[in-house]
């Protein structure tokens, strides 16, 4: 089987496994039916210890990608039978995949919240934005992740499309690793104080098309200092 792995780094040695593991099946390089590589083989590959590649393949067989056959090896499975919760999923995905889907799901729900927001919404997402100020003022990290997505959360539920806010609340976990690493980051956090602001002030004009824009601008600019993080 030519497939190939990048070696990992010391920190969540599994958890990077089966991210690599999980691109490999969703991108189709390993398909249903496939063989995955024998143990000695993975070892080798990832340059880690049989444990960690055991802990990896026991999460994706729970997630129902792969099959452990005794006496003969471990198999992908089909992914058109895999029922695995959409927010186990993202938990495994890269972080940059997960905000590309999100730039998608928030273009679109910040012009529905612009077109159909109500003043209960605005009143959500202002006293968010407050809370988010004042948890960055005292250095709450916590608190100051948890208003943020609040904040997100009042705009994907003033969208009033049932579905887009239920996709989004399953992303809201995964984001928060991303939120984790960016939190330290000042610079950022200052030009986001402006860009919530321009957000809010848009969708309470009901302008779907500064609404877009601004979202894009924060997505575009937290984007660029994940990347930079994850270099």
Same mark, same amino acid.
């Given at each position: ?105 928030? !273009? ?5 919240? /612009? @077109? %159909?927001?109500?003043? *209960?919404? &605005? +009143?959500?997402? =202002? $006293? ?38 239920? !996709? ?5 976990? /995964? @984001? %928060?690793?991303?939120? *984790?690493? &960016? +939190?330290?980051? =000042? $610079? ?44």
């Amino acid at each position: 089987m030519n497939i190939k792995f990048k070696s990992v780094q010391s920190q969540k040695l599994g958890d990077q496994i089966i991210q690599q593991l999980q691109e490999k099946i969703s991108l189709g390089e390993l398909q249903p039916g496939d063989k995955m590589p024998t143990e000695p083989e993975l070892m080798s590959m990832f340059g880690v210890g049989r444990s960690t590649i055991r802990e990896a393949v026991r999460v994706l067989v729970k997630a129902g990608l792969l099959e452990v056959r005794q006496g003969d090896g471990t198999y992908v499975l089909d992914k058109t039978i895999n029922s695995e919760p959409l927010e186990h999923r993202l938990r495994r995905a890269a972080i940059l995949e997960v905000y590309e889907v999100r730039r998608i799901l928030e !273009l679109e729900i910040a012009k529905l919240a /612009a @077109l %159909r927001r109500t003043e *209960d919404d &605005l +009143i959500h997402m =202002r $006293e968010s934005l407050n809370k988010r100020r004042e948890a960055r003022r005292i250095d709450d990290n916590r608190a100051y992740v948890d208003s943020d997505l609040a904040f997100h959360l009042a705009v994907a539920a003033a969208s009033k499309n049932s579905v887009l806010a239920d !996709l989004y609340f399953s992303f809201s976990n /995964a @984001l %928060r690793d991303a939120l *984790d690493k &960016l +939190i330290s980051d =000042r $610079e950022l956090y200052q030009n986001q104080i402006s860009i919530h602001e321009q957000l809010l002030d848009a969708i309470e004009r009901k302008d779907g098309q500064a609404a877009e824009y601004w979202t894009a601008e924060n997505l575009d600019r937290t984007t660029r200092s994940l990347e930079a993080l994850l270099r």
